[in-house]
């Protein structure tokens, strides 16, 4: 196990000072600590979790039907490939290999495969439990230290740090840099005067694992319905069974209705609205239905201060770009701290924090929009309307280089070359 990085205290105050304290012990807040800590830079580091880890050895874990899943882009995959993890999370992955792109009731669909892309695959799906027992594993070897749980009672902004009161400590800390990453309408945000906007969709999103009769062969599905999107994620097998992750969309007054209905019953419903490009469906899990809204923070920098991950975006699930925008900005942001803190400048300014966001903000418009405007475009009843986004469909079906630059984009490579498979 590596040797904890020394931390000071500060001579004018006597307080425990951290190079960067992480407000959010989830993905995306343990993914920027190691990150960190697998730089030469010696980095100071301090994680709090309002909730207490499960250090459960995830090799002797019981599996479960139910585990909750993410889908990880091809960028993903490239981020925690030079963390050194994806060694660790590629056996429990079910590669995306084509995406099958429908309107329900229209002719218009698209398809891409990982072949055309020159990738080995355009996605991954993994259960949350294996990224987070990996990430764990991971952390607990690092030089980062942990507190949990514990709580940010209050946060003072000091000249050229941050002090931080916890709930179960008398004692303060302080930070030159305080990352925020404790999810969306972040309390910790919030008492920086930092809030959300939030637009509602004014739907639910039901997810549920799905076991089906044939095999998924590594597609993934996104169908667009009249009442929203719905997406089938293909899963590593269980007991020797296909399986799925659903992720459906739905007005509240028909998510109530499936939410209460039999397993048959919503079996059918299900059957009904996807079809059966995945042959019959024949068990469905436990569900979860939430309600949907894009969420953006009123400040993402200040000086001293970065919100990061839900905290700063959280997105409608279509096509799955959260966690993967996310993790790119985990990955600039590192990258950011690590090139000044190298060159003597001050990591924790306005300026190098301005820099890290103005690298990021193409991405994130770009992926904010999309992520925004695809379902409402479906939405859409008029007969124009369909016609024309059915045109596009077909029109990317035939042409390679509208194939192309959709993939790029659901890749996370938008603007990058994305590279061959290893």
Known sequence: MSQKAVTGIDKNTG???????????????????????????????????????????????????????????????????????????????????????SD???????RISADEAGVEALGY???????????????????????????????????????????NSDEPIQASLLVIADGANSQTAQKLGIYSDKQPYGQQGIIANIALQDAHD????????DQGPMAMLPLPDFDGSPRCALVWTQPPERSAELMAATDKDFLKALQE??????????????????????????????????????????????????????LRDVATLADVLG??????????????????QQKQLADQQNTLMFSDNLPKLFAQPSSVVALGRNSGLVMMDLLPSLRSRFAKFGMGMANKEAGHGQ
């Open 15 to 101: 307080v425990k000072h951290y190079d960067l304290v992480i407000v959010g012990g989830g993905m995306v807040g343990i993914s920027l600590a190691l990150l960190l800590a697998q730089q030469q830079s010696d980095w100071t580091v301090l994680l709090l979790e309002a909730q207490a880890y499960d250090h459960s050895d995830k090799h002797n874990s019981h599996p479960s039907f139910d585990s909750r899943s993410t889908a990880l882009s091809w960028s993903s995959r490239k981020i925690f490939q030079g963390a050194g993890l994806w060694s660790e999370l590629e056996p429990h992955a079910s590669a995306i290999k084509k995406i099958h792109v």
């Open 104 to 110: 329900r009731g229209h002719m218009g669909l698209t």
């Open 125 to 167: 799906v993994i259960e949350n439990r294996w990224i987070g027992a990996v990430l764990l594993d991971r952390l607990a070897a690092s030089t980062v230290e942990m507190m949990a749980p514990e709580r940010v009672a209050k946060i003072v902004p000091l000249k050229s740090a941050v002090r931080i009161h916890l709930e």
């Open 218 to 225: 590594g597609v993934a599905y996104e169908r667009f319905t």
């Open 273 to 326: 609205s996807f079809g059966y490009r995945m042959g019959m469906v024949k068990k469905v899990g436990e569900r979860v239905a939430y309600p949907l809204a894009l969420t953006t923070a009123s400040e993402q920098v200040r000086r001293n201060i970065v919100v990061l991950g839900n905290a700063a975006h959280s997105l409608h699930p279509v096509a799955g770009q959260g966690f993967n925008l996310s």
């Open 339 to 356: 090139k000044a803190k190298s060159t003597g400048t001050d990591f924790s300014s306005l300026e190098t924090l301005e820099g890290y």
